[in-house]
């Protein structure tokens, strides 16, 4: 299985709606205010987890997030939210 390189990722579009591309091939979208801040969070905890083969595998059948949520992952603004103790984690 071959890991991810995070020089191989790109992103693609403006302020309110990002594509995250990994050789060419979009991975994930975002679509928020903070679209940008939030592609480059899911990119560093998709390389630390997750091979090529195996996000890929789980795309056909999965969305993004429910990907990256199996194996923890908590976006920018539930971790700030849990912070500032407006959400308390399931």
Same mark, same amino acid.
């Not at 480059?40 to 056909?60: C, G, H, Q, T």
């Given at each position: /299985? +071959?890991? #991810?390189?995070? %020089?191989?990722?790109?992103?693609?579009?403006?302020?309110?709606?990002?594509?995250?591309?990994?050789? *060419?091939?979009?991975? &994930? *979208? #975002?679509?928020?205010? *903070?679209?940008? +801040?939030? %592609?480059?969070? #899911?990119?560093? #905890? @998709?390389?630390?987890? =997750?091979?090529?083969?195996?996000? @890929? /595998? $789980?795309?056909?059948?999965? %969305?993004? @997030?429910?990907?990256?949520?199996?194996?923890? =992952?908590? +976006?920018?603004? /539930? *971790? $700030?939210?849990?912070? &500032?103790?407006? =959400?308390?984690?399931?």
């Amino acid at each position: /299985m +071959s890991n #991810f390189i995070k %020089a191989d990722f790109s992103f693609e579009g403006n302020s309110s709606e990002v594509w995250v591309k990994y050789n *060419r091939e979009v991975i &994930a *979208r #975002f679509k928020c205010a *903070r679209a940008k +801040s939030n %592609a480059k969070d #899911f990119v560093k #905890f @998709l390389v630390a987890n =997750y091979s090529v083969e195996e996000y @890929l /595998m $789980k795309r056909e059948s999965l %969305a993004p @997030l429910q990907i990256l949520k199996e194996k923890g =992952y908590q +976006s920018l603004n /539930m *971790r $700030k939210a849990i912070e &500032a103790g407006n =959400y308390l984690p399931a």
